[in-house]
């Protein structure tokens, strides 16, 4: 018998068919040191290919630390060629073994990645699955929230009332400050850069024209969305994402309740309600701005720039921008809560359906305000 320097862990036994290591004493943490260096200097004194059997009959104590050293011993040998069997493994192990055994062979190969048509067909065609799931999620949410206000019409005692008060004072009130501020600096920069241009051509009073369509038609209830959505719906999507994933949404439904209901259903009513009146005020805001630079930067009085806003605007340009408002917070609202309640169980799941929620809502409310321009083009608005 040749026994490995290991304080009676390991023995090896040779013969003409192979080696059987015998495996001895406690395969636990506080020996992890030791037996690391028995592994290597057995795995180095060992020449392949030869069949081993090894026998862990004599093993007094084992934990994750053991079990995790006789797997990586097993795996080199066996990459190595060599017939490998294990033996004697008592039934207080097993478990353990095999978790640790099938944990430890899914390793990731690392391949060097080389572009290829196929590889990106096949790209294109993962992404076009994804997105479809995505809106079938989507679609799935939208007749959920569909259902909910249809149960709650019937009962309206089951409404949330003073949840959806707090969401939109959250959403809403506590939003304007920021809003007014972001529109009126918009306002500002839209003003300064026409009469920089337009100047060039004598057409000053033009200016006004462009800031009071742009501002009500598209540009005011474009920032506003965009700002709720990374605002208010970054917090819908950390939120339900942080109740699933302390399984809270889980014991709502054992109790009874509709997550649906009890928590999706007030915060989208919140961003519905509150959004038409940020566009509002964000509007306003940006309007004041440019006349502010009209005055200061451009030398034309507010009392002009009103009478000549007067004359550029109509109630259709309002009515435009403010009936967007509402079908924007919709899909913000969608978006979150849907991302939301895609949340794994680890944080990282968390950031990632947080960034896929804002990035997916702004794009969206892009492409609605697109699909509005071209609607109300085509009606003569």
Request: with cysteine; proline share 3%; glycine share 8%.
């Amino acid at each position: 018998m040749t026994a490995i320097p290991s304080q009676s862990l390991l023995h090896v036994t040779t013969d003409a068919g192979g080696a059987q290591l015998i495996a001895a004493g406690d395969w636990t943490a506080p020996n992890a040191l030791l037996l690391d260096q028995t592994i290597k200097a057995f795995l180095v004194a060992t020449p392949p290919p030869q069949a081993v059997s090894v026998d862990l009959a004599n093993i007094a104590e084992l934990d994750t630390f053991g079990a995790w050293h006789l797997a990586n011993l097993v795996r080199e040998l066996r990459s190595r060629g060599t017939e490998t069997g294990i033996s004697g493994v008592n039934d207080r192990f097993a478990d353990m073994l095999a978790l640790v055994g099938k944990a430890s062979e899914e390793r990731v190969v690392s391949t060097e990645r080389r572009w290829t048509p196929a590889a990106t067909l096949e790209a294109v065609g993962r992404a076009t699955v994804e997105a479809w799931q995505s809106f079938q999620l989507l679609l799935n949410m939208l007749g959920a929230i569909c259902a909910a206000i249809w149960r709650t019409i019937r009962n309206p005692s089951t409404f949330r009332f003073t949840s959806a008060v707090h969401h939109i004072d959250r959403v809403g009130f506590q939003a304007i400050p920021i809003i007014l501020l972001i529109t009126f600096l918009i306002g500002c920069i839209i003003a300064q850069q026409g009469f920089f241009h337009f100047r060039k051509f004598g057409a000053d009073d033009y200016v006004v024209d462009m800031v009071g369509i742009l501002v009500l038609r598209e540009i005011g209830v474009l920032i506003v969305a965009i700002m709720v959505a990374g605002r208010s719906g970054s917090s819908y999507t950390a939120e339900l994402g942080s109740m699933k994933m302390r399984e809270e949404i889980d014991a709502l439904r054992t109790m009874g309740f509709d997550p649906i209901q009890v928590l999706v259903l007030p915060r989208v009513l919140a961003l519905v309600i509150a959004l038409p009146i940020l566009t509002f005020l964000g509007s306003m805001s940006a309007l004041y701005g440019g006349e502010l630079v009209a005055w200061l930067y451009g030398g034309m009085s507010p009392d002009i720039f009103v009478a000549r806003l007067k004359d550029a605007i109509s109630i259709t340009h309002f009515k435009v921008g403010m009936i967007k408002a509402p079908f924007m917070a919709l899909i913000i609202g969608v978006v979150a809560c849907t991302e939301g309640m895609r949340v794994g169980g680890s944080a990282e799941s968390l950031g990632i359906r947080t960034t896929a929620s804002v990035v997916t809502a702004i794009f969206l409310v892009i492409v609605l305000d697109g699909l509005f321009a071209i609607f109300f083009a085509s009606i003569g608005m």
